[in-house]
Structures are given as structure tokens and as C-alpha cells.
């Protein structure tokens, strides 16, 4: 259903339009060359890198997302903030330095630099394709309930506003006004979650015990009211502080728990940001500072959320008539927003949660369009030979498409919880370019023939599980039942795709084989030293 037309709303929305459109003009004089379009010429500094990176992860999906299943479920919604956080390390001390002295545009440059090109290309240009439009679903999917209710717009208009502000940031101002975005957001996205969560401690003495134990309360009653007895609403209530709400049997915890920890190792519009920096200094230092906004930013959603249920589930202003919240579960922190500060703060925290969309589907389109530009036309299709013109042609048509399909997949999805999406884009990348990016790094027999195998077999698999599991074999297409029981399918695929990687690459003794080995000194000596990466534009 539609809400109200909220106009402190739409006059906060116009401001962050106008300043996100003077910054795309500004970039957008300032990109002229292919490395200006795909890595902002890599002249950004490791904290503004930072920030970007840890805006990228403040997505809806975090906000609006874990803030519902928070809400919905209590303490299991941390799954997805711990997931997040824990899998920065990894990034740190296995992958941030050696990318940026690999790589120039993709990950598909450094997962195919002492490999034959086209294959290993074509199968990173699938998997980031994949992994991008399913990032992208989760986004949309935020942006046009946020819109419809405060607009009062139908849903499928709603998407499409966002599909069409973020063309126009990626066709005009290319990866600089991404990431100038990026970091606007970012900022205005932390000091508003550190309000609410601090305005919500303050009516508990700051005292996250009492917080806890209203919300404890609030359930329990909600459970008494609906015919539940004393000592089930008692259970009920006792729930959302210990596990079992969300996620039902240890399988699906350790799926689930994979496939965001690894997964954000292999995301690729996470990894294009460690081209946009200078050298391996500054990328290691972008991973310090993203980890510590995003960590600070994990720990206020967890107060939104039981927030939410204290402060939105007891007040009916925000609830249907059958008691589920309005406008959709995922709009708990956005209710929070206006119990806390009024319709003046709901129309800013709304502007930065568009923002927040926005400029993450701006960064995921580039992605994917870098994918199909840079590896497919330009070093598959092309093998090299083409001029930067010909190459952002093809970069920008190809954001038009991808703006198509996500506005068309944001409305099939529409019921879809955002986190929930989220996970599964995790998933694809944990099982497809996690993988590929560790072995072609570490281990020296790694060949071609097994990288391509193994990339296949976790990109197929996950993708093949994903559609046959409650998500959306159930919910999508209306089975009555899933083939395969459990949300995540990252346990199974991504250690399919490690043996077979393994396994085909001992196997394959092809003269590639032996050029694939025989490159891994070369590539080691340049990813530790740094030694002919590529270097940042002079602007």
C-alpha cells in the first residue's frame, strides 16, 4: 500500500538530489579517460577510500534490513552484522595489498594475471554479473518501499525513480561521483544512526539492560494477545535475546555465517574500490578505516532495532490493522526515526536512506558494467584492440541495461526481506570469485583448467541451490515445498569449488599448465612489491 505524501521528506530528498547532481557535474568534468570512469584514476586517499568502502557496506540492506529482522527476530539479526564484520580481516592480510598490486580496473585483472585471459575473463564477467544483480534486487527492493511510503507513489514508480538517479550518476560522473556520493552518504548515515540509537539509550538511562528488558516485555505481551498462554508468551518474549527466532538448525547458521564472511572477500564492487587509491599503503589503510565505521555502525543497528520494538511495535500510529508494521517489515528504522525525532528527522533520515540506495546501486552498476566493458568487449571480444572512446560506449550501454533488469527484478521481488538478498549475493561470491581470487594468489600449481572448473562448479551450484530453496523456489514461485531445505547455500558450493580448483589443477599437465606455474613467481614478486602496478592519473 501507499503512505502519506511526507513533504519534510520530499524537500530533504530534493536537497540531497541537487548536492548528488552538482557532485556528478563536478565529476563528471574530471573523467576523461578510462581510468577515470572505472577507478576515479586511483587518486583517492586511503580514509576517503575508507569511507566509500564502509558506505558501500551502510547499504539499505544493513539499515533498513537488519534494523527488520532485529525487529522480527532479536538477537539472531546479529548474524548479519558479525557475518559482515568478521570477513575484514580477511580482506586486510589476504587480498587488500596483492589486489591493488595486481589489478587496474576488475578483480578479473587479478584473477587472470598469469592465466589464459578469456576464460578466466568470461567466467569472472558471469559471476560479477550475477553477484551484482542480486546486490541489486536487495537495494531496489529498499528504495521502493521507502519511496511508496513516504511519496504515497505505487511500488514499480518507486524503483523506477532509482533506477533512473542512478544512471545518471554512473553514466555521468563514472567511479569520482560514485564515491564522492559514497562518502556523503556515509557521513550523513553514521551521525543519523548514532542519533537514534542515542535518543532511544536516553530513554533508558543509556542503559542497554533495560532497553533489553522493555523489549523482553513488549513481546511477551504481544504474544499474550495473541492467545498465546502465560507461559508460552513468556518463551516468546525470552526468545529474542538467544538464537533459534530466525535462523531454525545449526546448517543454515553455518551456511549463512560462510557465505558473509567470505563472501565480502569476493564482492566485486568492493575489490574495484582498491583500484581507486594510489598504492598498497593506502588500500591497506581503506581497510582499516571501512572496518572501524563499519563495526561502529553494526553495533547502533542492534540498538535500532530493539528500539524498534519498544518504541514502533507499541504504538499503533505505525502499525496495519493486523498489527505487522506499515509499509513492510523493513521499514522498522525508518518508524524509529519519526518516534524519536518527528516528521522533521523521518524526512532526513529518509533523504539518507535514499542516499544510502542510491549510491550503492550507482557502485554495483559500475561494477557490472566494468565487467562486461572491460573483460568481455575490451580483453575477450576485442582482445585488446580498441581505444578508450569504444570501451566506455559499451560501459554505458551497458549501465542502461543493467538499470532495466534491476527495475524489472526490484518489482518481482518485491516482498522479498533485504538482508535476506543480501546473504545470497554473499553466497554467489563466497562459492565463484572467493575461490578463484585465493588460489590464483596463494598457490603456485593453480592452472587455468582449474580455476575455470572450480569458479563454474560454486557459481553454478550456488546459484542452481539458491533457486531451489525456500527463498525462492518457495516464495518466488509458489512451490509448496523447497527441493533444497536450507537458506544458504554457501556450506555445500564453496568448498565444492576449493576441491575442484584443487583437484582439476593436479590433474592438468597441458603445456597451459605449465605457463600457468611458471607465471606465479612473477606475479608474487609484483603483488608484495608493488613493483609495475599500475599508477594513479595526474588530474
Not at 539499505?60 to 539472531?76: K, V
Not at 565505521?293 to 518504541?311: M, S
Not at 524489472?408 to 581470487?437: C, R, T
Not at 525462492?472 to 509458489?478: I, P, Q, R, T, Y
Request: hydrophobic share 55%; with cysteine.
Amino acid at each position: 500500500m501507499s503512505g502519506a505524501t511526507n513533504w519534510p521528506a520530499i524537500a530533504m530528498f530534493a536537497a540531497f538530489v541537487a548536492i548528488t547532481l552538482a557532485i556528478t557535474r563536478w565529476a563528471a568534468r574530471r573523467t576523461r579517460t578510462a581510468a577515470d570512469f572505472y577507478a576515479a584514476g586511483g587518486g583517492i586517499t586511503g580514509f576517503q577510500n575508507g569511507l566509500a568502502i564502509a558506505g558501500d557496506f551502510m547499504s539499505a540492506a544493513s539499515f533498513l534490513g537488519i534494523s527488520a529482522q532485529i525487529y522480527a527476530d532479536g538477537y539472531d539479526g546479529l548474524i548479519y552484522s558479525i557475518g559482515f564484520l568478521v570477513g575484514w580481516p580477511i580482506v586486510l592480510f589476504l587480498i587488500a595489498e596483492r589486489l591493488r598490486n595486481l589489478g587496474r580496473y576488475t578483480f578479473a585483472d587479478v584473477a587472470s594475471f598469469r592465466f589464459a585471459q578469456t576464460p578466466v575473463r568470461c567466467l569472472a564477467a558471469a559471476s560479477t554479473l550475477l553477484v551484482v544483480l542480486f546486490y541489486l534486487i536487495a537495494q531496489m527492493v529498499g528504495a521502493g518501499q521507502l519511496i511508496r511510503l513516504l511519496f504515497g507513489l505505487p511500488y514499480p514508480y518507486a524503483v523506477a525513480i532509482v533506477g533512473v538517479m542512478m544512471t545518471l550518476y554512473v553514466l555521468f560522473g563514472g567511479m569520482i561521483a560514485t564515491t564522492w556520493v559514497q562518502i556523503v552518504k556515509a557521513v550523513l548515515l553514521l551521525g543519523a544512526a548514532s542519533f537514534i540509537a542515542a535518543a532511544v539509550l536516553w530513554r533508558f538511562g543509556f542503559s542497554p539492560e533495560a532497553l533489553f528488558a522493555r523489549a523482553v516485555e513488549v513481546k511477551t505481551s504481544a504474544a499474550l494477545a495473541s492467545g498465546a498462554s502465560p507461559a508460552e508468551a513468556q518463551a516468546a518474549g525470552r526468545s529474542i535475546m538467544g538464537p533459534g527466532g530466525f535462523i531454525k538448525d545449526p546448517v543454515s547458521a553455518i551456511s549463512l555465517g560462510l557465505a558473509l564472511m567470505f563472501g565480502t572477500a569476493g564482492l566485486p564492487h568492493i575489490l574495484m574500490r582498491f583500484f581507486t587509491v594510489p598504492d598498497a599503503k593506502a588500500a591497506r589503510t581503506s581497510v582499516l578505516w571501512a572496518t572501524g565505521w563499519i563495526a561502529y555502525f553494526y553495533i547502533l543497528t542492534f540498538v535500532i532495532g530493539f528500539g524498534a520494538i519498544v518504541l514502533v511495535a507499541t504504538d499503533p500510529s505505525y502499525l496495519e490493522v493486523g498489527g505487522a508494521i506499515r509499509g513492510g517489515g523493513n521499514m522498522a528504522a525508518i518508524h524509529l526515526s519519526h518516534a524519536v525525532g518527528g516528521d522533521l528527522f523521518l524526512g532526513f533520515v529518509s533523504a539518507v536512506a535514499f542516499a544510502t540506495i542510491l549510491a550503492v546501486v550507482a557502485g554495483l552498476t559500475l561494477s557490472g558494467a566494468s565487467a562486461v566493458s572491460h573483460d568481455l568487449y575490451a580483453s575477450v571480444f576485442r582482445r585488446g584492440r580498441t581505444d578508450q572512446a569504444a570501451e566506455l560506449r559499451v560501459s554505458r550501454a551497458t549501465v542502461l541495461v543493467l538499470a532495466a533488469v534491476a527495475i524489472a527484478l526490484g518489482i518481482v521481488f518485491e516482498k522479498q526481506n533485504v538482508a535476506f538478498m543480501v546473504s545470497l549475493a554473499f553466497a554467489l561470491a563466497a562459492s565463484a570469485n572467493f575461490p578463484v581470487l585465493i588460489m590464483s594468489l596463494l598457490w603456485r600449481d593453480c592452472t587455468t583448467k582449474g580455476v575455470v572448473a572450480g569458479g563454474s562448479v560454486g557459481l553454478t551450484l550456488a546459484l542452481g541451490l539458491t533457486i531451489l530453496s525456500p527463498a525462492v523456489w518457495v516464495a518466488v514461485l509458489g512451490n509448496a515445498q523447497a527441493v533444497f531445505p536450507y537458506g544458504s547455500p554457501a556450506l555445500f558450493s564453496m568448498p565444492a569449488a576449493f576441491l575442484t580448483i584443487w583437484l582439476v589443477s593436479l590433474l592438468d599437465r597441458s603445456g597451459r599448465a605449465a605457463v600457468d606455474r611458471g607465471g606465479y613467481l612473477a606475479q608474487r614478486i609484483r603483488s608484495e612489491t608493488g613493483i609495475g602496478a599500475e599508477k594513479a592519473s595526474a588530474h
